[in-house]
T-cell receptor, first 111, second 117 residues
Framework: EDQVTQSPEALRLQEGESSSLNCSYT??????LFWYRQDPGKGPEFLFT???AGEEKEKERLKATLTKKESFLHITAPKPEDSATYLC????????????FGEGTQLTVNP | GAVVSQHPSRVICKSGTSVKIECRSL??????MFWYRQFPKKSLMLMAT?????????EQGVEKDKFLINHASLTLSTLTVTSAHPEDSSFYIC?????????????FGPGTRLTVL
């Protein structure tokens, strides 16, 4: 059974304190690994898609990396506006675009 | 690009009534649309997958007769919650995939908060 596990469940950082969020996946024939950001009361906002081990993508203070077993979302010098829940999801080769989601990491950045 | 809208954003209804939620892809043609339900502080739970002109595929445990999905065009899907009850109160989110992106990235709408009194 396909499974996506995120850690930690919650993370509190001080502004400027860099850290990483983890997403471990057990998916046969990974087609894509996705990162989304979700603010309270809103739909998830697309951040990155990673397709193969070794791939990296960056956007402002965020950088996503992928290995054969896990993905990391690195946050460099975070600001309070980076506070949100970050969701990881995986699509499997034969399931089309159907996603298996992790439970998310709730990030709080204090000023 | 890849903007998805939902309407309404909030709806309050009485128990026993039906509620329709619209999901539109504004600037692209959607290969597939998905409907999710999200409980407080929980991740997204897939309810059904729909392709234009086809019957929706429902996830195990989701009542087809309660949650009616119509995918009328490549840019519009609707979810109708029939005979709503308080336990149907939730945050409903749709998403759509575009033929243009590899691995069919899902783009999400802003969500609809349903409260059944």
């Amino acid at each position: 059974e396909d499974q996506v596990t995120q850690s930690p469940e919650a993370l509190r950082l001080q502004e400027g304190e860099s850290s990483s969020l983890n997403c471990s996946y057990t998916v046969s024939g990974l087609r894509g690994l996705f990162w989304y950001r979700q603010d309270p009361g809103k739909g998830p906002e697309f951040l990155f898609t990673l397709y193969s081990a070794g791939e990296e993508k960056e956007k402002e203070r965020l950088k996503a990396t992928l290995t054969k077993k896990e993905s990391f979302l690195h946050i460099t010098a975070p600001k309070p506006e980076d506070s949100a829940t970050y969701l990881c999801a995986a699509s499997q080769g034969t399931s089309g675009s159907r996603l298996t989601f992790g439970e998310g990491t709730q990030l709080t950045v204090n000023p | 690009g890849a903007v998805v809208s939902q309407h309404p954003s909030r709806v309050i209804c009485k128990s026993g009534t039906s509620v329709k939620i619209e999901c539109r892809s504004l600037d692209f043609q959607a290969t597939t649309m998905f409907w999710y339900r999200q409980f407080p502080k929980k991740s997204l739970m897939l309810m059904a997958t729909s392709n234009e002109g086809s019957k929706a595929t429902y996830e195990q445990g989701v009542e087809k007769d309660k949650f009616l999905i119509n995918h009328a065009s490549l840019t519009l899907s609707t979810l109708t919650v029939t005979s709503a009850h308080p336990e149907d109160s939730s945050f409903y989110i749709c998403s759509a995939t575009s033929r243009k992106t590899r691995a069919d990235t899902q783009y999400f709408g802003p969500g609809t908060r349903l409260t059944v009194l």
